[in-house]
């Protein structure tokens, strides 16, 4: 017959107690394996946080503009990228930008007004987490847009961008790439978490079902706006970690700021980072291999 109980330094503790205790032991454990893990990993990132404050003062110094477009999936790490990426900067001379649905009137107005209108001053750094390029991804799939105001951004948004680099505004275009089964597990928490539910909205939950819909637009939107004067890279992101540091890493190579920590390996990760144009190259060959875009 088994024991429901088991004798303990002089006092019996019941089955079920040793098995909870345990669990909580192990879970303990993991808590503290994990909290380790993300102190080494915020420490690495520190001396490329250390690097963005001096390029934020050479733009500063220099009356240089610069735009960070913050773009890919829901879910795929723009926000944690930037919150990571300002953490330490002068908060008077950046900004993050993260526009709503627009209002009626603003539907009206020119497409780009109301973007313009957050556009840096001399000496700043604006980041948009999503930016104008709503309309080539969630308002092409979700039908918020017409054809016709799809088919004219597409075919203007290159010279709109040719102007802003001709007039001396650095501008980075960040897309970041999660895959589907990674993207499953971030809503996932996302629903399971008290304390991120908030992120998920109504259109987070069609995402997944939407899935080669947003890929085909993705494709469609890099193919088109992937230009020398305003070049598209893509950050792999299902490692957080490794997205972030890397997306830090590219933002430091795109200007040649004072002082720069000689020591540091500003190199980029060949499996994290890739640039638009190979990102075509890519999606078209699994086009060709399976019949279908894979991510």
């Not at 003062?57 to 240089?64: D, M, R, S, T, V």
């Not at 190579?253 to 540091?264: E, P, V, W």
């Amino acid at each position: 017959m088994l024991q429901d109980s088991i004798e303990v330094n002089g006092k019996n503790i019941s089955l079920e107690e040793l098995v909870n205790g345990y669990n909580k032991c192990l879970s303990q454990k993991r808590s503290e394996k994990k909290a380790i893990k993300k102190r080494k990993q915020e420490k690495e990132l520190k001396p490329f946080q250390a690097e963005l404050i001096k390029l934020q003062k050479y733009i500063e110094l220099q009356n240089k503009k610069m735009i960070i477009l913050f773009e890919g999936r829901d879910a795929s790490g723009k926000g944690g990228t930037i919150r990571r990426v300002t953490r330490y900067m002068n908060e008077k001379h950046y900004r993050v930008v993260a526009l709503g649905k627009p209002t009626e009137e603003q539907r009206t107005q020119w497409y780009y007004q109301r973007y313009v209108q957050q556009f840096p001053h001399a000496g700043e750094i604006v980041l948009f987490d999503r930016s104008w390029y709503n309309r080539a991804m969630v308002e092409d799939v979700f039908g918020f847009c017409t054809k016709k105001e799809y088919e004219d951004f597409m075919e203007g948004v290159s010279g709109f961008e040719h102007d802003l680099t001709r007039q001396g505004i650095v501008l980075i275009k960040l897309y970041f790439s999660v895959t589907k089964e990674e993207q499953a597990k971030r809503f996932e928490r996302r629903r399971t978490d008290p304390l991120r539910q908030w992120k998920l909205s109504e259109i987070d939950l069609q995402a997944q079902d939407k899935w080669d819909e947003f890929t085909q637009a993705k494709y469609n939107m890099i193919k088109r706006t992937h230009t020398h004067n305003a070049p598209w890279t893509i950050i792999r992101s299902d490692d957080k970690h490794l997205a972030r540091l890397n997306a830090m890493k590219v933002i430091l190579n795109s200007l040649d700021y004072d002082d720069r920590d000689k020591s540091l390996d500003f190199s980029l990760d060949p499996n994290v980072v890739v640039s638009g144009a190979r990102e075509i190259e890519i999606m078209e060959a699994q086009r060709h291999n399976y019949g279908k875009f894979i991510d």
